[in-house]
């Protein structure tokens, strides 16, 4: 079988600058042409090596600044690579970054016909496909709005859409599938699934190692640009969890158990572990713990920041009682950037829906330094969330449906005149 994606002994290489040296054309001007060289070079990639089948899934796990989002890049067609070679068969969807491509003052309706005719559609090809995409990515009633209006929700539907339509040979995504509600997560899953089943060669960025245990084929590493471990999803996410968690770990003070606000006991490596830089006080679901499908949701969480800590990550998962994680976002991805904090805060997540099948799940929370490197706090399994449903049904997601049923034999039942 002929490989759909190879990259080979791949290597790309910036330039640093130090803090006082010019860094634009202004400050060049300003300070003399002969500072703008370059201080230093660093490789983002440096002799990665992998090969990706039709219908495989590659997922790629390593913290910020790991060269993940480079490599995705490359093997998309943006950038030159300054060491080896990379090889893609046939058409790619790519989404790199939230809103990528679109133009915010165009309405969806023009950014669609501009992206897909982009990625190689005629118009003819695209006019066939339109409604499709409107539909999949559920935005009938404000297409035709500029995509500024957008919430970042909305771009990141129609911008998924758009990538699913253009019936890719090789699909890039970058953390895409931690954004937006449970539903929607699912419809994304289930075309992916499909794109795999019929041939599309996948790769995937997550943080969230249970997604790529669970989606792909084999799973790449990165640390510092350089590959680490790649091989069976469950190995490479396994080392990958466990290193997180010893440098975790080696940063979690020793401190007897504590009480939260709402009274909740928190035993540290138990169900807490982190270096408690920013503590997080207390979490508070509202209305209440517990719910109906299909309910919202408000996740409330306090921070306690005794010192500046500059650009914190903030994160909320739903799990089940046997660790399976039915949901992952965070500010990163949402693209959500917070300030220097230090003193009390509050950040809510809004969660509009929550289909879920009734039973009990636990809500985790945690904060994480700039680049995923190790917790600030992290709670699991500590904040019970109850909910019901009037009907018991298999598997994690519960979503509003309807049957139809129709068939020639009904049709003709009815035709019969008596």
Excluded at 53 to 59: A, E, I, T, V, Y
Excluded at 127 to 143: G, K, M
Aim: charged fraction near 20%; proline fraction near 5%.
């Amino acid at each position: 079988m002929r490989e759909a994606i190879i990259v080979q002994r791949l290597g790309k290489r910036f330039n640093r600058y130090h803090a006082e040296k010019p860094v634009t054309i202004m400050e060049a001007a300003l300070s003399g042409l002969r500072r703008m060289k370059p201080v230093e070079h660093f490789w983002a990639l440096r002799d990665v090596s992998f090969t990706v089948s039709p219908g495989q899934m590659l997922g790629v796990l390593g913290h910020n600044g790991a060269g993940k989002s480079t490599l995705l890049q490359l093997i998309g067609g943006v950038g030159r690579p300054d060491e080896g070679r990379v090889k893609v068969k046939g058409r790619i969807g790519a989404l790199l970054d939230l809103g990528a491509g679109f133009h915010g003052d165009l309405t969806g309706r023009e950014n669609v016909f501009v992206t897909t005719v982009v990625a190689g559609l005629t118009r003819r090809e695209v006019a066939r496909r339109f409604d499709a995409i409107v539909e999949f990515a559920e935005l009938e009633q404000f297409i035709d709005n500029p995509v500024r209006t957008y919430s970042t929700g909305m771009q990141m539907r129609l911008a998924f859409s758009v990538a699913v339509h253009t019936n890719p040979d090789v699909l890039l995504v970058d953390e895409f599938l931690s954004v937006g509600d449970l539903a929607f997560q699912a419809k994304c899953l289930q075309r992916i699934a499909q794109l795999k089943a019929d041939g599309c060669a996948i790769v995937l960025i997550s943080h969230s190692s249970e997604q790529i245990q669970e989606l792909c084929d084999q799973a790449l590493w990165l640390r510092h640009g350089q590959v680490v471990a790649h091989g069976e999803p469950e190995v490479v996410a396994g080392q990958y969890v466990s290193e997180m968690r010893h440098q975790t770990q080696q940063r979690t003070p020793v401190r007897p158990p504590q009480l939260t606000n709402s009274g909740v006991e928190l035993r540290v490596n138990e169900n807490r572990f982190g270096s408690l830089e920013v503590e997080i006080a207390d979490v508070r679901l509202l209305p209440v713990s517990e719910i109906k499908s299909g309910d919202s949701l408000c996740v409330e969480i306090e921070y306690l920041s005794p010192q500046p800590i500059d650009s914190p990550i903030f994160s909320v998962a739903i799990s089940r009682e046997d660790g399976q994680i039915c949901f992952d976002t965070n500010t990163e991805v949402m693209s959500v950037s917070l300030p220097l904090i230090q003193g009390e805060g509050q950040v809510k997540l809004h969660l509009e829906r929550l289909d879920l099948n009734g039973g009990k799940y636990f809500i985790d929370v945690g904060i994480y330094e700039p680049t995923w490197a190790y917790a600030y706090d992290y709670h699991w399994h500590v904040y019970p969330l109850e909910i019901q449903s009037p009907v018991n049904k298999n598997g994690i997601l519960s979503p509003p449906l309807r049957w139809e049923i129709s068939s020639a034999q009904i049709q003709a039942l009815k035709n019969i005149k008596i």
